[in-house]
């Protein structure tokens, strides 16, 4: 079975910067679209980022509030998913999830153990 490993999160104070890692811990399958996923303290969960490896450099998508912030990407060779985070605010602060879901992401239940972002000065 296919496991999505998150890493890269940490403390970090407003203004900071962060770059998160998504890779399949078991074997690798090529999904097509990948995103990147967060659940704040008393909040649910909500989709941050996504992109598409079907086209020649793959197609992204942002939610409003990161626009501008963050840099979604990917290595086709490892299929190793980033998220680059830049200027980061404390409303930015939860666990992130990535899985191979983008539109669909409501029905997937199989999300990892996540990585912690705390963004506090």
């Known amino acids: 079975q296919v496991q999505f490993v998150e890493s890269g999160g940490g403390l970090v104070q407003p203004g900071g910067s962060l770059r998160l890692s998504c890779a399949a811990s078991?074997?690798?399958?090529?999904?097509?679209?990948y995103g990147w996923f967060r659940k704040a303290p008393g909040k649910e969960r909500e989709k941050v980022s996504c992109i598409s490896t079907m086209v020649s450099d793959g197609e992204t998508w942002y939610r409003d509030d990161v626009k501008g912030r963050f840099g979604i990407s990917r290595d086709k060779v490892t299929n190793t998913v980033f998220l680059q985070l830049n200027k980061l605010k404390p409303e930015d602060t939860g666990v992130y999830y990535c899985?191979?879901?983008?539109?669909?992401?409501?029905?997937?239940?199989?999300w990892g153990q996540g990585t912690q972002v705390t963004v506090s000065s």
């Open positions: 078991l074997f690798t399958v090529d999904h097509g679209v």
């Open positions: 899985a191979p879901r983008c539109s669909s992401w409501r029905s997937y239940d199989q």
